[in-house]
């Protein structure tokens, strides 16, 4: 009975440090964290063009994310499908957003 205890209980440990597994439809970690690190950029160019008063927030907003989504080959519905998810795993986004600073790190003066 010690045996099966002991065995259940390191079998929950295993399955509770193990990090998830991205499923399917779901953009991989790397492809997530290039994603959001353009559609980050596309904001930063968005807020400097948006201060001119001819040009419409809007249009340039839905131009530059389309343009991110084309680029690493996936669409804004399958964006948003992986931020839920990746949402709902908060160790793997911390993780990508980790990564990102790791990678782009902000130069401050």
């Known amino acids: 009975m010690m045996r099966i205890l002991f065995l259940w209980l390191m079998a ?3 399955a509770c440090s193990s990090e ?3 499923p399917e439809g779901i953009l991989p970690q790397a492809k997530m964290e290039a994603l959001l690190w353009d559609l980050m950029q ?7 063009m948006a201060a001119n008063p001819q040009k419409n927030r ?3 907003a839905v131009n530059r994310y389309q343009k991110a989504f084309a680029l690493h080959g996936t669409t804004k519905a399958q964006f948003q499908k992986s ?3 990746y949402n709902s795993q908060p160790r793997l986004m911390r993780d990508v957003l980790e990564n990102i600073q790791k990678k782009h790190p902000v130069v401050t003066q």
Do not use: F, R, S
């Open 20 to 22: 998830p597994k991205v």
């Open 58 to 60: 809007y249009a340039l």
């Open 42 to 48: 596309a904001d930063e160019v968005i807020n400097l």
């Open 83 to 85: 931020l839920e998810w």
């Open 12 to 14: 929950g440990l295993v």
